[in-house]
C-alpha cells in the first residue's frame, strides 16, 4: 500500500461535541486506559500501565515543555490582535539557545484579528518586568503563504526570550476545547516531566503519568528514557486534501542527545513510545541511520527525514535498527556532537513498516487527521474497532481525555 494513494476520508468517524474531555479529570493517573492487543480489547486505568507493558519494556517519554506561546496586544479601540508563536525563524543552534535571546527575536506566527493590523501600526503593550516595568512591540516583517515573519522588541534588553513568553505570554491550549486557557492548564497542559522549553503544543499521551505510574514501572523493570521533539502547531493542522499526496505534512525539531542512543542501541526488549512525537522521533532516528549507512560523510543539514522519504528515497538491503543506530552514533563522533539537533518531516500512515517501535501509549485523536493515520498504520483497520467500542463506552476524548495502548500487529 503506498500512503501518497490514501483517501482521508477513509479515516473519519463521527466525533460528537460532547466526547471532547474540555478539561483534565482532578487525578491524572485516573484517565481510563484502553488496552488493544492481538485484536482484543480491555480497559484500566492508567494508574496501573505497567502491569500491561512487558517487564523489562523500554519506555520512552517526550519531555519538551508547551510554551506561553499566545501573546494579546489590545489596541486602544479595545480591539485585540493576537500573535501565536510558531517558533523562531532562525535557529542555528537549539530551541533551547534561541530562547535565552535578549532584546529581539525575529518568529514565526499565525495572527489572529490580522485585519486590525494597519500599515505602519506598531502594536505594545507595558507589563511587569524583572527590573520595572517592561515594553513589548511587535513588528510585521512579511507575510507568508501560511503565516507572518514578525519581529519582537523589548525593553529593557536584559530580558530573555522566555521569560518575555513567561511574563506576557498564555498557554496555547487547543483550539477545538473553544475557551480561554484557566489557572488549571498551566499545571494540566504540561506533563510532569517537561524539561525542555520549544513546544506550542503538549505532547498530550504523556499528561497521565504521575510519580505513582514511574514507580510501578520501575518495580516491574520497565525502563524509562526521554527524547525530545517540540510539537509545533502544525499538529492541529487540517488534511484539506484528499489524497494523501496532495498533503504538505508538518516539520517539527527534535534534540536527542547521545546518551539516549547508546542506551536505545543496548536495549534487549521491547520498544514502546509514549505518544506520537515521541514514536515519529524513534522511527525518524532509524531513517537517520539508515542515511549514514548510504553517506557515512552525510552533513546535519541533510539528516532531515522528509514526508515520504522513507517509502521512496531506500533501496537496497534493509538495515537492522541496532545498526542504523550505531551508524548514528558514528556519525556523531566523527561530528564531534553530543546532541543530535535535526528536524523530521516522517508522515507515518498504512503502508508504513515499523523499524523501532513495538507499542504505542495515545490519546484518541480527530478524524481525518495524520495522527489517527499514524495509530492505523500500527493496527490496521482495527483502529476503526477500537473507536466504535471507545465512543460506545463513554471514553474522553482529544487531549485532555483519556488514551489507548496498541500495539503493532
Known sequence: MDPKDLHISSFTYDLPADRIALHPLP?????????????????????????????????????????????????????????????????????????????????????????????????????????????????????????????????????????????????????????????????????????????????????????????????????????????????FRPVKAERMSGHEMHSEYIEVDRSFLEHLHMQSGPVYAVGTTSLRTLESLYWMGKKIIQNPDLKAEDLMVSQWEPYDAFTGEEADPKKAIAHLLGWMDRSQTDKLITRTQVMIAPGYRFRVVKGLVTNFHQPQSTLLLLVAAMIGDEWEKMYAHALAEGFRFLSYGDGCLIETT
Open 27 to 235: 487525578e491524572r493517573d485516573s484517565s481510563r486506559l484502553l488496552i488493544h492487543r492481538n485484536g482484543k480489547m480491555t480497559e484500566d486505568i492508567y494508574r496501573n500501565l505497567a502491569h500491561h507493558i512487558p517487564a523489562g519494556s523500554f519506555l520512552v517519554f517526550n519531555n519538551t515543555r508547551v510554551l506561553e506561546a499566545r501573546m494579546h496586544f489590545v489596541k486602544e479601540s479595545g480591539g485585540v490582535i493576537e500573535i501565536f508563536i510558531l517558533e523562531p525563524a532562525d535557529i542555528s543552534g537549539s530551541i533551547s539557545s534561541a530562547l535565552q535571546q535578549r532584546g529581539s527575536i525575529e518568529c514565526n506566527c499565525l495572527i489572529g484579528g490580522a485585519s486590525k493590523w494597519k500599515k505602519n501600526y506598531v502594536p505594545e503593550m507595558t507589563i511587569d518586568g524583572d527590573d520595572g516595568p517592561l515594553k513589548i512591540r511587535a513588528y510585521i516583517l512579511a507575510r507568508l503563504q501560511d503565516h507572518f515573519r514578525i519581529r519582537l522588541e523589548w525593553e529593557p534588553a536584559s530580558e530573555t526570550f522566555a521569560s518575555i513568553l513567561h511574563k506576557a505570554g498564555q498557554i496555547p491550549i487547543p483550539p477545538y476545547l473553544h475557551r480561554v486557557p484557566d489557572d488549571g492548564d498551566v499545571q494540566r497542559y504540561q506533563t510532569v516531566y517537561a524539561a525542555e522549553q520549544g513546544s506550542v503544543a503538549a505532547p498530550t499521551a504523556g499528561l497521565h503519568f504521575t510519580e505513582a505510574v514511574f514507580s510501578e514501572l520501575a518495580a516491574r523493570n520497565i525502563e524509562k528514557a526521554f527524547v525530545t521533539l517540540h510539537v509545533g502547531a502544525g499538529t
